[in-house]
């Protein structure tokens, strides 16, 4: 356990709290429409009474949301959704100014993560909210009695409590909300299969969420992390970005304007068909392999960059990941082949192989988290919007009545975000006059 460990947290220091601080309102200079959101929800408490559990990146923006979540009245706890990405500065900041529990270490191994998930699911929690869906995926495991297939931290817990305790753990939960696309893959494959027991929101459905946060923020931060971690040149270099998404959209982007030769492999027939529209040589990762001197995965998927593809690399090259957990990359499979680690910097070792060495950054997990600080505060601004004005609407009577599906925030929330943002950057926009609103609701209007 860390230095500060009790019922109602478990962070490694408390002392931090002060630096955390002055990150956290750094952070907030540049996310106007969350703080307008909090100015609301301070005066309505939409949230009185109301607890609140979430599995997100603890970091100076995440902290701006949970200090907007608390405004509103709820009781908030809050763990770790990567254990590189904590900011422990951060986490002392929430426990010991603003009365959020928090459960998060920097560098935390696979048992003390799962025990926080399950400080996060006694919690008593009515509304989740996830990057991943760790937290959903324990709730339905636990509500399935399917204990074998839980982290034992988890099941041995399920295992200690009354039935009427375990019942209650599902049955408190009106609602969740989930930030990630493969955490949406996973959760309309249980509504699919009938298992999801609540409705969902899907965050990153939004379009101030997966336009901004993926494209731009996943865009920026993600080759922030690389050249923290390995200070290299991205002009000439050769940069093979695994997958055309959102995500990848904005790391090609930005790659090549930094003067990168970036090529881009796919699976989807109509992301390759956008990538070569938009200039990009796309070929399978198998030819990209011995001309990458950058690999950047970016799907959602596991095993992205696998044994034979390691083997076809040139000496150094460097991959990285910043799509999802630590699975993209196949380091299991390199392990097998290779010898290693060994460490060359921070966030960045070696593997030999066939006489030559295959770097790794950040152990295969998300480069941008664990080199760097993440997206830039003014893009997870929309996306905490999104967040705040999610958990909202599921308490609403609108929310309550939803299906046990995955649902979008309806587009007027979505417009709301982008005004608010609008307003935050000082730019107005023209409206319809009345003759321009008649035509656009009217089918009989000529050609």
Not at 196 to 222: A, C, E, M, W
Not at 263 to 289: C, N, Q, S
Not at 341 to 370: T, W
Request: proline share 3%.
């Amino acid at each position: 356990m860390s230095e500060t460990s009790t019922n109602h947290c478990d962070i490694a220091d408390i002392s931090l709290a002060e630096e955390g601080e002055r990150r956290v309102k750094w952070a907030e200079r540049s996310m106007p429409v969350l703080r307008q959101i909090r100015k609301r929800m301070s005066e309505e408490r939409p949230f009185e009474g109301v607890k609140m559990s979430a599995c997100l990146h603890v970091t100076t923006e995440t902290a701006n949301l949970m200090e907007t979540l608390k405004a509103g009245g709820a009781d908030v706890v809050l763990c770790a959704s990567n254990p590189l990405s904590t900011q422990d500065d951060v986490a002392a900041y929430l426990v010991d100014r603003c009365d959020v529990g928090v459960f998060a270490v920097n560098g935390e191994d696979n048992d003390v993560y799962y025990d926080h998930v399950r400080s996060a699911i006694a919690h008593g929690p009515m509304v989740t909210m996830d990057d991943g869906a760790d937290v959903v995926g324990a709730l339905h495991m636990i509500a399935l009695d399917r204990l074998d297939d839980l982290h034992p931290v988890i099941s041995n817990w399920v295992s200690s409590l009354t039935d009427e305790e375990r019942s209650s753990i599902l049955g408190n939960v009106l609602g969740s909300t989930e930030e990630t696309t493969t955490g949406i893959i996973r959760l309309r494959a249980m509504a699919a299969d009938g298992v999801l027991q609540f409705p969902v929101i899907g965050v990153n459905d939004s379009f101030t969420k997966h336009l901004f946060d993926n494209r731009y923020g996943t865009g920026q931060s993600t080759l922030d992390g690389i050249l923290r971690a390995t200070n290299m040149l991205l002009a000439g270099a050769t940069v093979v970005v695994a997958g055309y998404g959102w995500c990848g959209r904005g790391v090609a982007m930005r790659a090549r304007g930094a003067g990168a030769k970036v090529i881009v492999t796919e699976i989807d027939p109509l992301r390759a068909l956008e990538a070569t529209m938009d200039g990009f040589p796309v070929m399978p990762m198998a030819e990209a392999a011995p001309l990458g001197d950058l690999f950047i995965t970016l799907t959602g998927n596991r095993d992205v960059v696998r044994e034979e593809h390691f083997r076809l690399m040139k000496e150094g090259a460097m991959v990285a990941n910043s799509g999802h957990f630590d699975v993209e990359v196949d380091l299991t499979g390199l392990k097998k082949i290779s010898s290693g680690p060994r460490p060359l910097r921070p966030f960045v070792e070696g593997y030999e192989l066939d006489g030559k060495e295959v770097v790794i950054l950040g152990e295969g997990r998300l480069i941008n988290l664990a080199a760097a600080e993440g997206h830039p505060a003014s893009v997870m601004d929309m996306s905490f919007a999104n967040q705040a004005l999610a958990a909202e609407y599921l308490l609403s009577d609108v929310g309550r009545g939803l299906s046990k599906d995955v649902h979008r925030l309806p587009m007027e929330v979505d417009r709301e975000i982008a005004r608010l943002k609008l307003i935050g950057m000082g730019i107005e926009v023209d409206g319809l006059t009345a003759q321009q609103e008649h035509y656009l609701s009217s089918w009989d209007q000529g050609t």
